[in-house]
């Protein structure tokens, strides 16, 4: 298993400028969120646990808040391999991004980072749980693990 984050900017229309960071199962991001986002990422698909239940790749661009030995250290006691730098995680990161700016930034209010803050759990919700995508054979990211889940008799 593998994942990736990356970061990216949304410029609202006040001038101001939303960064995000984000995982997929890939400015001013230090170590300390790095380790932050691992940390949610884990309890979000696994639950309150103490470390990874398997070894997982993390894809990153091996920018410093990856390699910082603080998030190296982190990433090995939860068990995530990292920083594992490959070529296709940064390819993987701007598709996402690509694809949520077309569907969701650009077709919204973004008159403020307050306001861009507000729809960010709308818009990945969406995605996650109602977008297709083509790589998962149509289905969205939430279809496709409910169907991986079941072909692996794990609940879902």
């Known amino acids: 298993m593998r994942w990736c984050s990356d970061v990216f900017e949304i410029l609202c ?12 199962n890939t400015c001013g991001i230090t170590s300390e969120l790095v380790k932050d986002l691992m940390a949610e990422s884990i309890e979000y698909r696994f639950g309150k646990v103490y470390r ?16 910082a030995k603080d998030t190296i250290a982190f990433a ?7 920083p594992y ?18 569907d ?6 973004l008159s403020s980072v ?7 759990p709308l ?3 969406d995605y996650n ?11 969205s990211p939430r279809e496709y693990r409910n169907m991986q889940n079941k072909l692996e008799g794990c609940p879902v």
Not at 76 to 82: D, G, L, P, S, Y
Not at 104 to 109: A, G, K, L, R, S
Not at 129 to 139: D, E, F
Request: glycine share 4%; hydrophobic share 40%; aromatic share 14%.
């Open 52 to 67: 990874l239940p398997h070894r997982i790749q993390w894809l990153s661009d091996n920018a410093p808040s990856y390699t």
């Open 13 to 24: 229309h006040n001038g101001e400028k939303a960064k995000l960071i984000f995982p997929i």
């Open 114 to 120: 307050k306001t861009v803050m507000e729809l960010l």
């Open 129 to 139: 749980i109602n977008h297709p995508h083509k790589g998962l054979k149509m289905m």
């Open 76 to 82: 090995r006691m939860m068990r995530f391999e990292a």
């Open 104 to 109: 969701y930034v650009y077709m919204h209010d």
């Open 123 to 125: 818009w990945f919700e």
């Open 85 to 102: 730098y490959s070529p296709e995680s940064n390819g993987m990161a701007e598709a996402f991004i690509k694809t949520f700016k077309r």
